[in-house]
């Protein structure tokens, strides 16, 4: 398995990929930021969690397929 075949801009899932990790950056930011009480932080942090999640599930999605030709 190479890192390298997480490039795939061709394939919808590489895009997939990156808005995860965009939504999971935005995420972070805002737990960081802003003075969230317990139930907003959980609504925030919640999400978050299963985003960087399924994230991870895609990305391996895509080391473990052949790139696109």
């Keep these: 398995m190479k ?3 997480l490039w795939q801009p061709r394939r ?3 895009w997939v990929m990156v808005a995860f990790n965009l939504l999971s950056s935005l ?3 805002a737990l960081r930021a802003l ?3 317990g139930p907003a932080f959980a609504l925030v942090a919640v ?3 299963l985003n ?3 994230g991870l599930v895609v990305a391996w999605g895509l080391i473990r ?3 696109a030709a």
Excluded: E, I, Q
Aim: proline share 14%; aromatic share 14%.
């Design 47 to 49: 999400p978050a969690l």
């Design 12 to 14: 919808g899932l590489f």
């Design 27 to 29: 995420a972070a930011w």
């Design 35 to 37: 003075p969230l009480t």
């Design 3 to 5: 890192l390298s075949r």
């Design 65 to 67: 397929d052949r790139p």
């Design 52 to 54: 960087c999640g399924f």
